[in-house]
């Protein structure tokens, strides 16, 4: 079965550093997405992302954040200056249609720890 | 964005019994109404969904109920299992299409 990779499963940068997460979306999909989860909650939408341009992002996806595809295979998660409160599992998602009543296939998920 | 309220926040049935956890949304323009279920440290994986205009849908002992007009939705496992123990979510896409909006999870434990 076709999967969602991330990587690195687990990231622990400092205050402030900048931070790369990233995303191998399955082949033939065309859609994408990053949630976050932080521990113990609920997982939450920061944006979608179709044709090299954000569709739809949420309040928490302020000007700290940023994502890119640089090639035809990644899809990346950039977080310039981090904060504590970024602390959280992050997913990658991808689906082949253009809302998200196709169905889902999240990735493993990066875990990111700012200390 | 869109509020979807889950219930309960916890769950402990003995293994057989069935288990029911209940959704409400906001947003009258969701029609996508999808389940995961979240095993300790491992990605979402979608268990069942459903659409607006249908009612209900069942896979084996996982079944779905959806009643639009008081934008209520539940998931129901019959006979449970030790294995179906995890956090359950449920999720509501967005009036947009592209997002879904989450449920805080349930956490369910099946004890033998």
């Known amino acids: 079965e076709p999967e969602v990779t991330q990587t690195p499963s687990h990231q622990v940068t400092q205050m402030g550093q900048e931070v790369i997460l990233r995303c191998v979306p399955i082949?033939?999909?065309?859609?994408f997405y990053w949630y976050r989860q932080i521990l113990g909650q609920k997982v939450e939408f920061l944006v979608s992302?179709?044709?090299?341009?954000?569709?739809?992002k949420s309040e928490i996806f302020d000007d700290q954040f940023s994502v890119e595809r640089p090639d035809g295979s990644n899809f990346t998660l950039k977080i310039r200056s981090t904060k504590l409160e970024d602390s959280a599992m992050y997913f990658c998602?991808?689906?082949?249609?253009?809302?998200?009543?196709?169905?889902?296939?999240f990735g493993s998920g990066t875990r990111l720890t700012v200390v | 964005g869109e509020n979807v309220e889950q219930h309960p926040s916890t769950l402990s049935v003995q293994e057989g019994d069935s288990a029911v956890i209940k959704c409400t949304y906001s947003?009258?323009?969701?029609?996508?109404f999808p389940w995961y279920k979240q095993e300790l440290g491992k990605r979402p994986q979608l268990i069942i969904d459903?659409?607006?205009?249908?009612g209900e849908k069942k896979d084996q002992r996982i079944a779905v109920t959806l009643n639009k007009t008081a934008k209520h939705f539940s998931l129901h496992i019959t006979e449970t299992q030790p294995e179906d123990s995890a956090v359950y979510f449920c999720?509501?896409?967005?009036?947009?299409?592209?997002?879904?909006?989450f449920g805080k999870g349930t956490s369910l434990l099946v004890t033998p």
């Open positions: 999720a509501a896409n967005s009036n947009s299409g592209y997002a879904l909006n």
């Open positions: 082949s033939n999909h065309l859609y």
């Open positions: 947003d009258s323009a969701s029609n996508y």
């Open positions: 459903i659409r607006s205009n249908v």
């Open positions: 992302f179709y044709n090299n341009e954000i569709s739809e």
């Open positions: 998602a991808s689906s082949e249609g253009w809302d998200s009543s196709y169905g889902y296939t």
